[in-house]
């Protein structure tokens, strides 16, 4: 049982009963893709609104996301429901500058669904490889550009788009065929930068 002074004991069955000032506290000591993966697994075990509770646990500071900040074994496995529940979660198309998918070979694309129209967003990193790592992947990533490339073109078609620097899976850069739906996004973004730097493809 659990009480606030002058409150009458509490019955605490699951985690879900826990005060939202209890939850975040012990989220406070989890990187941040696993905060908000928590505070994701909170709200699918819950009759209760997210709302209140989710912000608690995930707070407003999501300038930068990257999944590198957990286990390799847990983002392997992690689909685009889980990437989009996790992007809803912390509000990314108004919050996220940074999102790098390090090690998130698992999904198609999909789950990147809640960035469409971002005016924030500077640096998206779908290498799903971490710095200084080889970026080849073997298996081969299933990650579509017929699922990703509509999404950034969401993005960089509003004016005041602040996207600035992509980088793309190995097997995208290696198409040969310069008629691609990818090598055609990519005009589009030059063309659309105009005299900013283009975009950066290693």
């Given at each position: ?7 009458s004991?509490?019955s ?16 406070s000591?989890l ?10 697994a909170l ?14 646990i995930?707070?407003?500071?999501w ?5 590198g ?16 529940k996790?992007l809803q ?10 999102l ?5 070979v ?24 971490g710095?200084?790592?080889r970026p080849?992947?073997?298996p081969?990533p ?24 992509l ?8 198409e ?13 973004y030059?063309?659309?930068r105009g ?8």
């Open positions: 049982r659990i009480s606030a002074a002058g409150d004991p509490q605490i069955k699951c985690l879900t009963d826990l005060p939202s000032g209890i939850l975040a506290h012990a989220a000591f990187a941040d893709p696993s905060k908000a993966l928590f505070a994701v709200d699918g075990n819950s009759a209760v609104s997210p709302n209140e509770r989710s912000s608690a995930v707070g407003n500071q300038d930068i996301l990257d999944f900040g957990i286990e390799e074994q847990l983002a392997a496995k992690l689909i685009d429901d889980d990437i989009e996790v979660c912390i509000d990314a198309v108004n919050k996220v500058k940074r790098k998918l390090t090690n998130c698992n999904i198609i694309g999909v789950g990147l669904e809640p960035l469409r129209g971002s005016l924030i967003i500077e640096q998206i990193d779908l290498s799903l490889v710095e200084h790592q080849s992947i073997s081969e299933q990650i579509s550009w017929s699922h990703v490339l509509p999404i950034l073109d969401s993005i960089i078609e509003r004016e005041g788009c602040s996207l600035m620097h980088q793309f899976p190995q097997v995208w850069r290696e040969p065929s310069a008629e691609s739906e990818f090598h055609a996004f990519i005009g589009r030059n063309q659309m005299d900013r730097e283009d975009i950066s493809c290693p």
